[in-house]
């Protein structure tokens, strides 16, 4: 039987704590954890007062400058101070202090260390203080500070990005918050900018999203609505995963309306865009597993039904009368489209007029070398290939210099994404609150002013794979990203035009269990096609197995610890599709006679009906065997078989091998045996017996008839009248022999004649 299993629309466990923490380590969440610090809130507070969602027995204080933190001359300093406690106890009020920097930082690796918590990066000196309530457990305090436009501590800042600073004492020591303030310089020449923007679900064990899943995403709160209308109006490049479209295809005319309107859209976007792996899938790991290429979708005739792609057609129209009125037999007729006729893999899983061919994103830091160079030569008709990478996986990108969008890794075609911008925004991008999305946004920005005054080429950057983002956060991290100072949106056709430079990466580890699950997946995979030869269609097996894999192998999947269990679960499911056609268990069976049929019984548990041959040999020449039988099994049933066999000239043992195969001779399930007593002589025997007994009943039957005859003549003899007679005999003697004569004679054992 078919096994799968269902999963929930949500955010595996675990998720967000590592993405979380890789935002630390890139220096985007300027948050500081304490264990349990006396502390305090500030106000303006957010009514109601939200729950705080830090890790249990921790708090966080976080510096957010408001507008991304760009200040021009001018422009007055607004901040966001935030206190989230996730103790059991109060945190006592206290009084923040705001520090500025007057000497912008050097690089953006001395902004790195700085929004890290490196505070010997910068000087910075108090510029206000806020006082902050107290916060109470499990729960969040925020505040609002502004610097006016005309105070001092704003007067005379030159273009550049300066240190800022927030912090309060405790009684573990000072705790503090970092950010900066970014003041652009608008007489330099804008530097074009792609932001590349995925389009997914998330990850999943199902080859296609079913339509509840679909009716639920694409709902107005769903998450690929706020994915679509976040991208609306604006000049993001589109990461389509075809999985989304091609699940709204298959269903034809039984498509939830809002999935239908949503590919609709989707399809109108006049956005640059290209095609994901089918699920995301992991690209790294197919190659390092030893495949040529990545695995693509094969057939998706599994999901479709041919009802739900009916073409209407009118009848011919009734030639007019004067009197003649509108009739049944000019309305148009539903004719249900053969199963040929079908939506092509290609048509379902198009993502648009827009799209580029042959690109490839692998995930994040996990492609050497070996991998571009593979995925370099993967050309799609006259599309040269590109692939989307990491700056921090070059060898210029790790030292801390800006890397230009197009690149060149030997002869391969990279389009290169600047990391630590594209940190920030998957952070900012999954920050709800708002005081809160401001922190990462404006290291974003502060990122974005040193790669534009570095780039020699256009620049990518990206929000990452992130999930269940609202429309209103993913849409401003993107304009964070599109409007920020010194940058022009540009399309995925001009950043793969611009002249690319020649790049080197760094060394990177590969994963071997990932690479030994897509090495044991595809092995899985190989099993099953063989298997499948018993359909008239193999592609109802073989096209659900490729999708489901390709979706287990998906990028989301990466890091995630309920992987390994998915992984096993969906290994079992292919097994059990596997064991879902057999025969049954067989009994020793006696054979009496030279010819009757012998039954066995075949299981199927597949929804199809499955073409069998049985293979039956003999262990001996006791018995003729036909060997070879074949069998139509019903879905979801038992099938008898029966096969004719004919037993030679003796008796004893034999013992039959049987095997079930595909027509393409693959062996389905495990051989039985069984063992036939053979009676070949019984039917001769008994009958030659029963005529030795009948014989011998007719013999004997005869003798004694013979035998009382001979006696009753010789006793008729012995009473007539012979020569030497007395002519005179009395009357008496005469009566006398007739009575004798008349009384029944008594054979030898004195039975009655």
Same mark, same amino acid.
């Not at 998330?202 to 339509?211: A, I, V, Y």
């Not at 890794?409 to 005081?435: C, F, H, I, K, P």
């Not at 009496?592 to 049929?597: K, Y």
């Given at each position: 039987m078919i096994v799968t299993r269902p999963r929930a629309l949500r955010r595996p466990p675990g998720r967000a704590p590592r993405l979380a923490t890789a935002a630390v380590a890139a220096a985007a969440a300027l948050a500081v954890l304490l264990p349990a610090p006396a502390f305090a809130a500030t106000e303006p507070t957010p009514t109601p007062t939200p729950t705080s969602s830090v890790a249990p027995g921790t708090t966080a204080f976080t510096l957010s400058p408001v507008s991304n933190g760009i200040v021009r001359p001018g422009d007055a300093l607004t901040v966001w101070l935030s206190l989230q406690n996730g103790t059991d106890a109060e945190l006592a009020a206290t009084e923040v202090t705001l520090s500025l920097g007057r000497t912008p930082l050097a690089s953006r690796t001395a902004l790195r260390d700085w929004l890290g918590g490196d505070l010997s990066e910068a000087a910075v000196a108090p510029i206000a203080t806020k006082p902050l309530d107290a916060v109470a457990p499990g729960t969040d305090e925020e505040g609002a500070l502004t610097l006016a436009a005309d105070d001092p501590a704003l007067a005379g800042l030159a273009p550049g990005v300066y240190p800022l600073a927030a912090s309060y004492p405790s009684d573990a020591g000072p705790v503090t918050s970092t950010s900066v303030v970014v003041?652009?310089?608008?007489?330099?020449?804008?530097?074009?900018?792609?932001?590349?923007?995925?389009?997914?679900?998330?990850?999943?064990?199902?080859?296609?999203?079913?339509?509840?899943?679909? #009716?639920?995403? %694409? $709902?107005?709160? =769903?998450?690929?609505?706020?994915?679509? &209308?976040?991208? +609306?109006?604006?000049? @993001?490049? *589109?990461?389509?995963?075809?999985?989304?479209?091609?699940?709204?295809?298959?269903?034809?005319?039984?498509?939830?309306?809002?999935?239908?309107?949503?590919?609709?859209?989707?399809?109108?976007?006049?956005?640059?865009?290209?095609?994901?792996?089918?699920?995301?899938?992991?690209?790294?790991?197919?190659?390092?597993?030893?495949?040529?290429?990545?695995?693509?979708?094969?057939?998706?005739?599994?999901?479709?039904?041919?009802?739900?792609?009916?073409?209407?057609?009118?009848?011919?129209?009734?030639?007019?009368?004067?009197?003649?009125?509108?009739?049944?037999?000019?309305?148009?007729?539903?004719?249900?489209?053969?199963?040929?006729?079908?939506?092509?893999?290609?048509?379902?899983?198009?993502?648009?007029?827009?799209?580029?061919?042959?690109?490839?994103?692998? #995930?994040?830091? %996990? $492609?050497?070398? =070996?991998?571009?160079?593979?995925?370099? &030569?993967?050309? +799609?008709?006259?599309? @040269?290939? *590109?692939?989307?990478?990491?700056?921090?996986?070059?060898?210029?990108?790790?030292?801390?210099?800006?890397?230009?969008?197009?690149?060149?890794?030997?002869?391969?075609?990279v389009l290169v994404y600047d990391s630590d911008v594209s940190q920030s925004l998957l952070e900012g991008s999954e920050r709800e609150e708002t005081w809160l999305r401001g922190a990462p946004l404006t290291a974003?920005?502060?990122?974005?002013?040193?790669?534009?005054?570095?780039?020699?080429?256009?620049?990518?950057?990206?929000?990452?794979?992130?999930?269940?983002?609202?429309?209103?956060?993913?849409?401003?991290?993107?304009?964070?990203?599109?409007?920020?100072?010194?940058?022009?949106?540009?399309?995925?056709?001009?950043?793969?035009?611009?002249?690319?430079?020649?790049?080197?990466?760094?060394?990177?580890?590969?994963?071997?269990?990932? $690479?030994?699950?897509?090495?044991?997946?595809?092995?899985?995979?190989?099993?099953?096609?063989?298997? @499948?030869?018993?359909?008239?269609?193999?592609?109802?097996?073989?096209?659900?197995?490729?999708?489901?894999?390709?979706?287990?192998?998906?990028?989301?999947?990466?890091?995630?610890?309920?992987?390994?269990?998915?992984?096993?679960?969906?290994?079992?499911?292919?097994?059990?599709?596997?064991?879902?056609?057999?025969?049954?268990?067989?009994?020793?069976?006696?054979?009496?006679?030279?010819?009757?049929?012998?039954?066995?019984?075949?299981r199927n548990d597949l929804p199809y009906p499955v073409n069998l041959v049985l293979y039956t040999t003999p262990d001996n020449l006791r018995l003729d065997v036909q060997g070879e039988t074949p069998v139509v099994a019903t879905p979801q049933s038992n099938t008898r078989v029966d096969v004719p066999v004919q037993a030679r000239v003796g008796r004893g043992e034999v013992t039959l091998t049987l095997q079930l195969r595909s027509p393409a001779f693959v062996a389905i399930g495990e051989p039985e045996t069984v063992d036939i007593n053979v009676w070949a002589d019984w039917e001769g025997v008994g009958i030659t017996a029963l005529a030795v007994v009948v014989g011998g009943l007719v013999v004997v039957g005869v003798v004694r008839t013979v035998l009382r005859m001979r006696r009753r003549r010789s006793r008729v003899d012995a009473a007539a009248p012979g020569d030497g007679a007395a002519e005179g005999e009395a009357p008496e003697a005469q009566a006398s022999e007739e009575r004798e004569a008349s009384t029944p004679e008594a054979d030898d054992d004195g039975a009655e004649k």
């Amino acid at each position: 039987m078919i096994v799968t299993r269902p999963r929930a629309l949500r955010r595996p466990p675990g998720r967000a704590p590592r993405l979380a923490t890789a935002a630390v380590a890139a220096a985007a969440a300027l948050a500081v954890l304490l264990p349990a610090p006396a502390f305090a809130a500030t106000e303006p507070t957010p009514t109601p007062t939200p729950t705080s969602s830090v890790a249990p027995g921790t708090t966080a204080f976080t510096l957010s400058p408001v507008s991304n933190g760009i200040v021009r001359p001018g422009d007055a300093l607004t901040v966001w101070l935030s206190l989230q406690n996730g103790t059991d106890a109060e945190l006592a009020a206290t009084e923040v202090t705001l520090s500025l920097g007057r000497t912008p930082l050097a690089s953006r690796t001395a902004l790195r260390d700085w929004l890290g918590g490196d505070l010997s990066e910068a000087a910075v000196a108090p510029i206000a203080t806020k006082p902050l309530d107290a916060v109470a457990p499990g729960t969040d305090e925020e505040g609002a500070l502004t610097l006016a436009a005309d105070d001092p501590a704003l007067a005379g800042l030159a273009p550049g990005v300066y240190p800022l600073a927030a912090s309060y004492p405790s009684d573990a020591g000072p705790v503090t918050s970092t950010s900066v303030v970014v003041v652009p310089d608008d007489s330099r020449t804008p530097v074009a900018v792609g932001v590349v923007v995925p389009i997914t679900a998330s990850p999943r064990q199902e080859g296609l999203l079913t339509s509840d899943e679909l #009716a639920e995403l %694409t $709902a107005p709160d =769903g998450a690929l609505t706020s994915q679509l &209308g976040a991208v +609306t109006g604006t000049d @993001a490049i *589109l990461a389509v995963d075809p999985a989304i479209p091609a699940a709204i295809r298959v269903l034809g005319t039984s498509a939830p309306q809002p999935a239908l309107e949503w590919l609709s859209q989707l399809e109108a976007l006049p956005n640059s865009r290209f095609a994901l792996q089918f699920g995301d899938a992991d690209v790294t790991a197919q190659l390092q597993s030893g495949l040529a290429r990545p695995l693509t979708p094969t057939s998706f005739t599994y999901a479709m039904s041919a009802d739900d792609f009916s073409a209407v057609t009118p009848s011919p129209e009734p030639t007019p009368t004067p009197s003649s009125t509108p009739t049944a037999s000019s309305t148009p007729t539903a004719t249900p489209t053969p199963e040929d006729a079908l939506p092509s893999t290609q048509e379902l899983l198009d993502i648009g007029p827009t799209a580029r061919a042959a690109m490839y994103w692998p #995930a994040d830091g %996990t $492609a050497d070398t =070996g991998v571009v160079e593979t995925l370099g &030569g993967l050309d +799609t008709d006259d599309t @040269a290939s *590109l692939s989307v990478i990491p700056s921090a996986t070059t060898r210029t990108g790790a030292a801390g210099a800006t890397v230009a969008a197009h690149g060149l890794v030997g002869d391969a075609e990279v389009l290169v994404y600047d990391s630590d911008v594209s940190q920030s925004l998957l952070e900012g991008s999954e920050r709800e609150e708002t005081w809160l999305r401001g922190a990462p946004l404006t290291a974003a920005t502060a990122y974005l002013a040193f790669a534009t005054a570095e780039s020699s080429g256009p620049l990518l950057v990206t929000v990452g794979r992130g999930e269940d983002r609202s429309r209103l956060a993913l849409g401003t991290a993107i304009t964070a990203a599109a409007a920020a100072p010194g940058v022009e949106p540009r399309t995925l056709a001009t950043l793969a035009s611009a002249d690319p430079g020649s790049l080197e990466l760094t060394e990177i580890d590969a994963s071997p269990e990932r $690479a030994a699950a897509a090495s044991a997946l595809v092995g899985d995979e190989g099993e099953l096609g063989r298997f @499948a030869t018993i359909l008239d269609q193999p592609a109802l097996l073989t096209g659900r197995e490729r999708a489901a894999m390709l979706q287990v192998l998906g990028v989301g999947w990466v890091g995630d610890p309920e992987w390994p269990t998915v992984l096993a679960d969906h290994r079992e499911a292919t097994r059990t599709t596997l064991d879902s056609v057999g025969l049954l268990p067989t009994t020793p069976t006696n054979l009496f006679g030279s010819r009757a049929p012998l039954q066995f019984w075949v299981r199927n548990d597949l929804p199809y009906p499955v073409n069998l041959v049985l293979y039956t040999t003999p262990d001996n020449l006791r018995l003729d065997v036909q060997g070879e039988t074949p069998v139509v099994a019903t879905p979801q049933s038992n099938t008898r078989v029966d096969v004719p066999v004919q037993a030679r000239v003796g008796r004893g043992e034999v013992t039959l091998t049987l095997q079930l195969r595909s027509p393409a001779f693959v062996a389905i399930g495990e051989p039985e045996t069984v063992d036939i007593n053979v009676w070949a002589d019984w039917e001769g025997v008994g009958i030659t017996a029963l005529a030795v007994v009948v014989g011998g009943l007719v013999v004997v039957g005869v003798v004694r008839t013979v035998l009382r005859m001979r006696r009753r003549r010789s006793r008729v003899d012995a009473a007539a009248p012979g020569d030497g007679a007395a002519e005179g005999e009395a009357p008496e003697a005469q009566a006398s022999e007739e009575r004798e004569a008349s009384t029944p004679e008594a054979d030898d054992d004195g039975a009655e004649k």
